[in-house]
């Protein structure tokens, strides 16, 4: 019995996955390469035009190949949903509300141009014009599940990326309709269809928000009073799931339900635990689509044509490159950052696929035009990590980021990440007592008003290694983590603390909860803001009432050690950080 389930595909496919994924994601990771490349290579490897070709001259190969493909479709979607769900989390309405011009300002824009341009050049070509549009459109869209992890959405790139990839997301139904109604065979129904799925649509996601609102801290509150880690997951899959099905039942995009999930987890207080107990499904979810990807490859088809593809791929990256990056530049993006995210959102996407083969099916274009365009869909998913690189590249050459005062060889320095106000407020103490220091943010606009005020402040990305290798992290005096993003404060800290294990690390924690769970991930200090506000307050009174100046300042600092060390402790056992203000019940 054991050997006949071990040999049945659903489980050989499922062990090819999960060996994948353990061998692709330490290598690549090892070279510091992205294990995109990885998995969409794995995927050529055991797909069926790779090592499935010969399984009928080598039947053991059955054992490390995809002997169903289409299999893996399903689990491919959900990794996109949990992608947009994710996302959500980093989000917030408030902030989705400040980029609500570049979203359908820039992204409309982005797509609208790009998919007329696309489909008036393969018009002229002698594309009859409905396919044309439909192929047009289906290549300008950009890789939300490889673009996103590449460029986060807190850099000016991601920002600007983000804002282009959500407009797409949105307009991924009325494109399809609108095919569907393009095609030979449609009727009015096909636009009556559409105009039903935009009201039914729309009052599923206000349903959604208000029910969201009101149910959402209820549920997580009561699966964190648990303390139970299955729980915890089994409510974020149990939202994410139903958000999608919701939005998928009315003939939306499930991706749609997820992102507005996510939305709105973001906005209560257990958001960051949500993202931590998701990020290893996602991470596998993603992998599997990415190898589906890898198995649409066929290398011979690739060589049989492979001028054609080669100069569609070279064409289409180079046009949207172009487009994305003059559109950028006339909305005040600066020079650098409409170069690499241009390069970087060049690549065609994997809803591309889903968009050729919804115009397949209205039969808008020829089966064997489908599949040429999804080769070279595939090829560019496949160099998105490349083009990635080289938009670095090509950035720093076009626009290079500003440089630091020269420093002594070897110098000892405080690296403070974040130029905001609290970044400069420690900047100014360090200089104070003569202290080195440096600034690194990733906002252009804060880094030039920090250096105007006279600060020592440098472009980067704390998230990526280079940036603080650059600054000399290794011989740093210490880290201080000073920006409002606590997902992104408790990442850095447990990177620098695997990496640099007798670093002082100095974080701004939002709250008392937040402290102990970067104490938790690495942290030498955590300052939460709550807590110093209320001892300032405290401070402040007892010297207006007319305390002492030096016993109030005594007894505010045993004070702040007292509640340290008892963050500390809680955080070092496991538990929540709960202050005891009192020792006495009433």
Known sequence: MASADFASPAVSDALVILGAAGLVIPVFTRFRITPVIGFILIGILVG????????????????????????????????????????GLELSFKRLWIMRKLVFGLGALELLVIGSCLATVLAMMGQF???????????????????????????PVGRAALAMLLFEDIMIVPIIFVLGAMGPAADSEGWEGLLTTLWQGAAVIAVMMVAGRLA?????????????????????????????????????????GALIAGLLIAETEYHGEVETIMEPFKGLALGIFLITVGMSIDLMTIWDNLGAIAAA????????ALVTGVLLRLMGARRSTAAETGILMASPSETSLIVLTAAGSALLIQPGTAQFWQIVTAIGLTITPLLARLGRVIARRVEPAPHLPDDEEGEQKVIIIGAGRVGLLVAQMLQAHDRHYVALDANPDLIDRARRRGFRATFGDAARGDAMDRLGVENALAVVLTMDEPVLVQRLVAKLRSEYPDLLIV????????????????????????????????????????????????SIHEKRDEFRQQIEDEAALGYKPKLRTSTVEG
């Open 216 to 256: 959402l801290p209820r549920l997580f509150g009561q699966a964190a009073r648990t303390k139970s880690p299955e729980l915890f997951l089994a409510a974020s899959l149990l939202v994410v799931i139903g958000a999608s099905l919701a939005t998928a039942a009315v003939g939306l995009s499930p991706i749609v």
């Open 48 to 87: 069926p035009y790779g090592l499935g070709r010969l399984v009928f001259e080598h039947p053991w190969l059955n054992y490390i190949t995809i002997s169903d493909p289409e299999s893996l479709e399903p689990f491919a979607e959900f990794g996109i949903i949990l992608l947009l769900f994710t996302i």
């Open 313 to 320: 791929v070279v064409l289409v990256l180079v046009f949207k």
């Open 129 to 155: 014009w409905t396919g044309a549009l439909a192929l047009g459109f289906a290549l300008a869209f950009s890789s939300t599940a490889i673009v996103l992890p590449i460029s986060g959405t807190k850099t």
């Open 507 to 554: 974080c701004r924690a939002r709250d008392v909860e937040h402290a102990g769970e970067l104490y938790r991930a690495g942290a030498s200090h955590a300052v939460p803001e709550t807590l110093e506000s209320s001892l300032q307050l405290s401070e402040a009174v007892l010297v207006d009432i007319g305390v002492a100046m030096g016993p109030v300042i005594a």
